[in-house]
């Protein structure tokens, strides 16, 4: 035979390669032709490791390192993937010669193998579980490595001897028979034992068992460590004596019920409880009849058919009579199983003796009832603590306090479910002072969070029982917010009264310089002019001076009239519709002639109403210029040059604001409320430097609260002020015809004579009136005793009464009341000098038709006149 059929005719595929070519040249494999395409595409595809890598193909790479031993081959992906053992071997010249068997089954086989011994030795670990075999020739025993961890070793051979060592020696004696007897074939080998494990002295419980294999003189075997379950078995016997002596000691028993079969299952705690050595017969729900009274049955049936039939469980307490005479509470528990079979849920319950507890709880509720009703009656708040801060009991007065509805808001809450954090934070530290140092706090004033604000005086003292240990705390609170309000109202009405105590000295000092300047004046030049000795023109300055003091002088007195006005709620206002730019140029005019010196240095301005449908409205005309007279003096007396502006700054139909501007000294920082204060200025003491009552803006600021306006200053310290005033606006709403008539009605009333009774004592006083009677064209006649000038009025016709209240024989208060009683028409007008708070009052009780203050201005009382006689 030639070698090239012995070549073509191996088991194993060859094939001839042309290195140099890349091509096979000779081959025994009937699928490859030679000389056909690249030989890697030929044997593998692209994508195999035969591909040129650095020029050089597989078979190249090989030979030059020498693998003469083969190596293999992988081709294709998952599924395709396909292992090959190989060899390449160097031919003379560019040959070489390749071999390729497939090894893709062993090479899985293998791989399945390694899986699966991986897995058993996993499965054994976790289930504590291992084989072994023995050898009878040999006595070698071979552990798998479950075996091998559980009698403490990594598995493998060990000598029989050796392994029976491990055992305790008290169960050497049983392996040897229980081996013996398997080796007979008398009995199976089925053993418990237990072992000492060298490697680190555990005893450990071992379960085995095996079987005797004849034909092969070998015995086959699995061990068990049921270290764990035996220790579980031993707990729960132990658990099960605990729960029987437990139950005996807490009076407790338990019964399962199977609704299908009827069959009640029990403990002998319940026949125990129930005082039966037994029941007859198959007992059931009907049985319990014998102990209950009727309520209590049906409530029980009731319960359990609800247990059975929906699977609802129940906790109720039942009073039952023994077959001896004795009655006991007990507490009957049943928990339905979650599955419901075909007859319903399986019950399992407990029953308890709780007669002791029942009748102290009974007893604790009568007390509970009456403490309950003591601590919820208790004008204080009270309220208790457990150990753990929470609130157990509570009464009215801790709910209004903690700002909830209910006590059951209130109880099982800590502070910090209650309060805020930091109020709970602070009551927590006095807690925690009572509770764990046994440290009462008492009469702590503690502010309550939350509006409207209050106190509370509380005390904490330790809740001990009759060991003297601390479960909780009681609290009381009592409110002081009253007292401390007082508190609080008292120091600052005392601050207020030191403070009031030193502004009216000041005020008083001031008043008494106020007053006695221009009455110094007066007083002096008076007593110049009645010497006689004067020339004319000395006369006429004179008495220019004395006008102007005494001028001075009324204004001051108007000043204290109008506080005391403003500070009773007595000042009056006389609302009317008037021009406001009337009023702004008649106050121009005055003050360009009152301050004549000062303008020189002053450009002194006015800013007209330029709204002209709403520069006439409703007001009081008088206390509007008051306003303005008071604004302006200020101005003029902190400006000595530069400019002063005052007028309308702007109106609307809701309200006219009006305004006094200059570039005076300004007014410090943090005065620009003081000012409007009543006897306070913007400098106090007797090193003021302005002269003034100190009332002025006080006066405009309660004037303009009375008119339901707003006042307000913008002032900087050396740069001038600017006082603003907000009255509300009422638009003109009468008809040409009525001004009309009006002035027509005055005409005539200015055309008609009248008669005046006045009731005065003083001679200047007389004359005055006497005069100003006759400029206005009218008759006066005066009677200085009070029963003479009312027996007049009753014989004679008058129009008007002028009554003065210091009188002889009779006050003109009485006097007024006589005449109104009899002539309720007839109009009073008290004027006096009596001009402090209350006096007004006193004169409007008696029932004068109007007042005024002397000194009497003649415009002021020319008004008035005319009022009453038109």
Known sequence: MRAEDILKALPVPFYVIDLKKKRIVQTNDAKVKPEQGPCFAQLFDQNTPCREKDGKCLCERMIEKNLDAGFTL??????????????VKKLEGDLAIATYSEITREVSSIKEMKINTR??????????????????????????????EIYGGSGGFFSLEEVKRLAVPKYRKLLDEAFDNLISGKRPYNVRYQIKRVSDGQLRCIHAIAEYRPDKNMVFGVVNDITEVILSQKALHESLADLSLAQKIAKIGNWKYRPGERNLQWSDELLEIL?????????????????AEEDHFNLFKKAVRSAIHVGKPFEHQFYIKLTSGRRKWVEIICRPDKEKGEYGHFLR???????????????????????????????????MKDVNYRKIVVNKGDVENCGVSSPEELIGKTDFDIYPREAAEKYFKDDQLVIEQGIPVINREEELPGEPKRWILTTKVPLRDVNGQVIGLVGIGHDITLRKQMVEELSEAKQKAEESDKLKSLFLANMSHEIRTPLNAILGFSKFISSGKLPHEKLEYYGKIIESSGQRLTSVINDIIDISLIQANQLKVDYSFFDINDLLEEMHIVYKAQQSEKIQKIDFRVRYCENQEHKVFKSDKNRVFQIFRNLLDNAFKFTDEGTIEFGCYTSSSEKMTLFVKDSGIGIEEGKTNVIFESFRQAQEGFSR????????????????????????????????????????FEAEKVTSDHGAVGKQSENEGENQKKRIVSFEDDLSSIEYMKSMATLLGHNLVNFDNPPLGIEYLRKNKADLVLMDVRLPLMNGFEATRIIKSEFPDLPVIIQTAYAMKGDMEKAFQSGCDDYLAKPVLLKDLKKKIKHFLQ
């Open 349 to 383: 319950g407990t029953i308890q003796d709780v007669t002791s507890s029942k009748l102290a709880e009974i007893e604790l509720q009568r007390l509970t009832n009456r403490q309950t009703t003591l601590i919820q009656n208790l004008p204080d708040a009270v309220y």
């Open 74 to 87: 992988e081709s294709g992906q998952r599924k395709d993937k396909r292992v090959y053992r190989a060899s």
């Open 119 to 148: 897995r058993m030795e996993r499965a054994e670990k976790l289930a504590l579980f291992g084989s072994w075999e023995i050898d009878l020739q040999t006595k070698d025993l071979f552990a798998t490595r479950g075996a091998g």
């Open 275 to 291: 005082e039966r050595k037994s029941f007859p017969g198959n007992p059931g729900i009907e049985d319990f009849r014998e102990f």
């Open 689 to 728: 430097r302005y002269e003034g009552t100190g009332l002025g803006l006080a006066i405009v600021s309660g004037i303009v609260n009375r008119l339901h306006g707003k006042v307000w200053v913008d002032s900087t310290a050396g740069a001038g002020s600017t006082f603003f005033v907000d009255i509300p």
